[in-house]
């Protein structure tokens, strides 16, 4: 069964720094694009960040220039450096992964909880 496993979050200070992590196993992960979502409290979950199998990244516009996501294949991880953390990133982080053949992100982690506070 293909797992996905974030950790790394936590609480900081607005303008603080977090690395989530995310590690999959039971599948052969160089295929896969992976990505970064959240969902805050009340509100629809936001893709934040994708990195294909070449390295290419994307990142919504709220994020740009503050968040970094990259991939180790051979640790089968993907990691999001989020630095000048603000109120608003506040939500619970799921990493998330599709083949580079299919459209749709089937394969989800439980998510990790990233709070800032002012």
């Known amino acids: 069964q293909a797992q996905l496993v974030e950790s790394g979050g936590g609480s900081v200070q607005s303008g603080g720094s977090l690395r989530p992590s995310c590690v999959a196993s039971?599948?052969?992960?160089?295929?896969?694009?992976m990505a970064w979502f959240r969902q805050a409290t009340g509100k629809e979950r936001e893709r934040v960040a994708t990195?294909?199998?070449?390295?290419?990244?994307t990142y919504t516009d709220s994020v740009k220039g503050r968040f970094t996501i990259s991939r180790d294949d051979a640790k089968n991880t993907v990691y999001l450096q989020m630095n000048s953390l603000q109120p608003e990133d506040t939500a619970m982080y799921y990493c998330?992964?599709?083949?580079?053949?299919?459209?749709?992100?089937?394969?989800w982690g439980q998510g990790t909880q990233v709070t800032v506070s002012s």
């Open positions: 990195i294909d199998t070449r390295g290419t990244t």
């Open positions: 998330a992964a599709r083949h580079w053949s299919s459209g749709e992100y089937n394969y």
């Open positions: 039971d599948f052969t992960y160089s295929p896969y694009y």
